[in-house]
Every structure is written in C-alpha cells, then in structure tokens.
C-alpha cells in the first residue's frame, strides 16, 4: 500500500502524542544542566564543592569522587542542576552517559597542569553530545599556573577563547580561594539563555536514570533527573524493564518533595527492582501496558544475557590444553551501586591478556550474600566487594569454603591487585585481620569533645589500635582510626565482646544507631602464588 512502518519503544510512542498535542504557550524556562568535566586531579569535585560551599571530595574514597552526584544551587533568583561525573578514566561509561542529560558542559583544565588525556575525551564527548563548552581554568592561585598556554593548548583544539576572538567562554577560577565562582556562574546563566531551554511543567513527566542502588531500609532507589514535566508522588512510571510508583522523592540535599519540575535531581522511591544507569524514566497513565511491556522487556533482557554467556567449544579447549597456556580468572563483582557495579565489570574484564583471561560471571548491587559465596565456590572464583561489605554468613561460609573475598574502595587499587594477581606477583601483601564489632546504640554530642557514640560490642574485641569501618546498612560509610575507647569514664585499650563502650572516631561525626563499627588490623604477610 506504499506505507513503511517505523519501529518506536514505548516511552517514543508515549512520548510522541504529548509532543504533538503540546503548545507553545505551556513551555516555560528550565534550569540548565551542567556536567563538569575534565582530567583526574584538576579539581572538578573541588570547584563544584566551593560553589556548593560544602565538602564531597574528602568523603569520596581516596579523594576520587566514585558516583554520579547531581546537585542544585541557585544564583540570581535562578536555579542551576549540576552533574558531577568521575574523573577517573575506568568512569568513561558513566561519563558518557552524563553527558546525555547535559545542555552546558562545564571543563576543568589546571593551571599548571594542561591539557591532559581525560580533557581531549571530555571535548570529545561534549561535541558528540553537541553540547556547548564553558571553560574553566582552576588552580590559577599557583605560582606555576601558566593560563595562557592552557588557552593555546585549547585554541590548538578547536576551542577558541572569546577574548581571542573565538566564540568559547573561558574564566579563570580559583576552587580554593574562591575566585571569580560568581563570574563563572554568571557566564553558565549567559549561555543557557543562548541555548533558549524551555520545558512543559504541565505534561507527565519524562527522564534519566543518573545512578541506582539497593537501599537495606528503603529497598531499589534510583536518582532521576527530570528532564521534562513534573513528577509527583503517587505516579505510575516504567523505567527500562523496571515499573515501579513514586511512594517518595527527596532532593539533592534529603528533603522530602511532593513534586519535581523540570531539571531537578530527585531520588526516588518505590521502584520493583534496580534499574539500569541511563535508562529512561517515563510516567506512565495505561498501567496494564507498561507492566506488559516490562514483562516484555525483562524476558529480552534474560534471553540476552544468556546469549552473551560463552560457551567453550571442545577445538578450544583442545587448543588451550595444547598449549597449556591460558588460564582463566573467574571474578564475580558486587558494588553498591549500578552504574559501578558496571563500570568495574568492564574495567577488569579489559585486564585480560593472552596469558590469563579475567571472566565476571555475576555482577551485582549490594552485600555479598551466601548465594555469590555458593557460586564462587561451585566456580572457584573470586569474590570482589566495592564499597560493600560481606553479610555475616557469607564471611563464616566463605572461611569454611575457602572462598577468596577481596573488598576494595578505590578503583585503582583494585586493579592494581588483579594485575599484581594476574601476572603472578602477590608476594608482600597486607591481609586484614578481622578484630570485633560494635552496634551503635544511642550517639551522644559532647562539647569540646564531638561525636561519641554509644556501643555495645557484639563479638571479638574491639581494640584502642585498632583500625575501623563504619558500617551502614552493610554498605561502608567511613574507614579510619579510633579516636578514644571508653569504659564508663576510664580510658581503656579494648573492650571485649558483651560490654559496652564509648567509641569517638577520628574526624568523623555522622554516626547513627543501628550503625555497626567493625574493628581490624592489617598484618604483612608473604603469599605463596601456586603454579
């Protein structure tokens, strides 16, 4: 009949009628939203801290911020969404999915340091995106900050300052003194209004997935940026193959909202399961449709995987047995969030080498439980923890298993360990000794003296020399040393299991009953590698 037909997902065809039907007049100004972006170590985390005028680098692990933060602040009157994306370049993924939801891209080059790798990637995926670039030049209160050779560093890539007579905007800041911040700020407002971004508060509301995590007290949560419409509590939405209602929202700094307008980052509750990082979050008016369409989509989702599985042939078994060369590490991962879970996943995965194949059967979020300790030791795999925890059973079943569980903080250090286990080399390793742990019962805020908590030590011994990791939901919240041990009024240096105890930590005061404070010591000891 001379028609061609078109194959559109659910969230288009929804999408679409709203599209046609909307009006010019529902259309009203959004706040733009800014990723910043650029190489590890020049300062992103920093400057966005010193425009927020709080402090996220020091809690990050290792001072490398590890998830997607988004954030709002609000200058003359208007409000602007920021995205803070890691730096580190195992994050790319993550990175790229930030710039899916961004309007202005905000790059960070130092002063004294230059154009570097991470820059070239970041002006890469903001021309990919076709997103405009504001400049910022951090760190220019140094004595070696050069902000002229970074300027013809970018003019040598396409990105021509204004005063130069080019069209990129390029302020040079200062994250630490607090430099020209409103200057920058100023100009983010001034290319928003070039780009003319408008929204329709009045239509369902439609957005991304920023990052995901399985919560112990408040089940899947995911962080959404809205990017059109409004959200409300009480709505229906589908979110990938994830449907779910809104039960709560809570903006960037944890306050309860009963709606979200375009360009505000909220955190959601309510969902059936975790989503995937980057999926679109639309509400939903038809519920039997949507549920039919996840069904539909989770159905897909398993055949996929199952598809992805490799299967040995027996040619190349054959053929390695010949050789007698590669070996095989099976990893299985589990992280606290999804977006990393992913991220690590493709990062140890790359490790491979033709010697020693690194294979991830099972990623995952949340704790690791008995069932990845039971797969682990059906398939004599590794165990890796990224800023999780082990549950109780899984550590004592793991022990009777001979199950290998490394838990890690910081990316680096991760494969700097796979590598290290991979071509052989575990010689002086730290292993960590496991001490005793203590449940948080009531916290107390003493002056002078800060934060002292209340405990009750439940097993082993908890010791003044001990190092700690505080506990959340078996999810690590902080690791550090024990600032004072007491009983009643007495100082002491350890405090056995059935007792209870004052523990105050070194610089830090978030404590909360229900947290428990795990104590350990890390001993050196020599690895026997076997052939």
């Known amino acids: 009949f001379g028609a061609s037909i078109n194959k559109v997902s659910y969230e288009e065809e929804a999408t679409q009628g709203l599209v046609q039907s909307e009006d010019e007049k529902d259309l009203v100004r959004r706040a733009p939203v800014v990723t910043i972006m650029g190489h590890v170590d020049h300062g992103k985390t920093s400057l966005l801290d010193a425009i927020r005028t709080t402090n996220v680098a020091e809690r990050e692990a290792g001072g490398i911020t590890q998830h997607i933060g988004a954030y709002q602040i609000v200058k003359n009157d208007r409000k602007i969404v920021f995205i803070d994306t890691p730096g580190h370049e195992a994050f790319t993924r993550m990175r790229a999915r930030g710039a899916k939801v961004t309007d202005i891209v905000v790059l960070v080059v130092a002063a004294d340091d230059g154009v570097m790798p991470q820059t070239l990637e970041a002006i890469d995926h903001a021309r990919a995106a076709e997103v405009p670039i504001v400049v910022a030049i951090n760190k220019i209160d140094k004595p070696d900050a050069q902000p002229d050779r970074i300027k013809q560093q970018l003019s040598d890539r396409g990105l021509l300052p204004e005063d130069w007579g080019g069209e990129t905007v390029m302020v040079p800041v200062s994250a630490k003194s607090q430099q020209n911040l409103d200057l920058l700020l100023e100009m983010i407002l001034l290319v928003a209004d070039m780009e003319d971004l408008k929204a329709n508060p009045q239509r369902p509301a439609v957005g991304t997935v920023l990052e995901a995590q399985l919560d112990r007290g408040r089940g899947p949560v995911a962080t959404v940026l809205v990017q059109n419409g409004t959200l409300h509590v009480g709505d229906f939405f589908i979110c990938g193959a994830v449907f779910g209602k809104v039960r709560a929202m809570f903006s960037d700094v944890g306050q309860q909202l009963k709606d979200a307008e375009p360009s505000t980052p909220v955190e959601v509750l309510g969902l059936d399961s975790v989503p995937d990082v980057g999926d679109t979050f639309q509400v939903v008016t038809d519920t039997a449709k949507a549920k039919q369409i996840v069904l539909y989509r989770e159905s897909k989702a398993r055949e996929q995987s199952m598809l992805k599985a490799p299967k040995l042939t027996l040619d190349q078994l054959h053929e390695q047995l010949r050789e007698g060369e590669t070996k095989e590490l099976p990893i299985i991962l589990k992280a606290d969030v999804g977006g990393t879970a992913e991220v690590v996943a493709d990062t140890l995965q790359k490790l491979s080498n033709e010697k020693v194949k690194v294979r991830v059967l099972h990623s995952g979020v949340g704790a690791i439980n008995e069932s990845d300790v039971l797969l682990a030791s059906a398939s004599n795999a590794v165990i890796v923890g990224f800023n999780v925890r082990a549950e109780r059973n899984a550590t004592s079943l793991a022990e009777q298993e001979k199950v290998d569980v490394r838990l890690h903080t910081i990316i680096y250090e991760l494969t700097d360990e796979i590598k290290r286990a991979m071509t052989g080399m575990l010689e002086p390793v730290f292993k960590e000794v496991y001490r005793g742990r203590a449940e948080v019962r009531e916290v107390f805020r003493i002056t002078k003296v800060g934060t002292v908590a209340g405990c009750m030590v439940l097993d082993g011994t908890i ?5 700690v990791r505080l ?32 523990i105050a930590l070194t610089n830090f005061g978030d404590l909360k009953p229900g947290d428990i404070i795990e104590a350990f010591v890390t001993e050196r000891v020599a690895v026997q590698v076997s052939a």
């Not at 010791?463 to 190092?467: A, C, L, V, Y």
Request: with cysteine; hydrophobic share 25%; aromatic share 6%.
């Open 471 to 502: 506990l959340r939901d078996n999810i690590v919240v902080h690791t550090g040393k024990l600032e004072s041990l007491r009983r009643f009024k007495n100082d002491v240096s350890e405090v056995k299991s059935g007792f209870e105890c004052g």
């Open 463 to 467: 010791t003044r020399d001990s190092q």
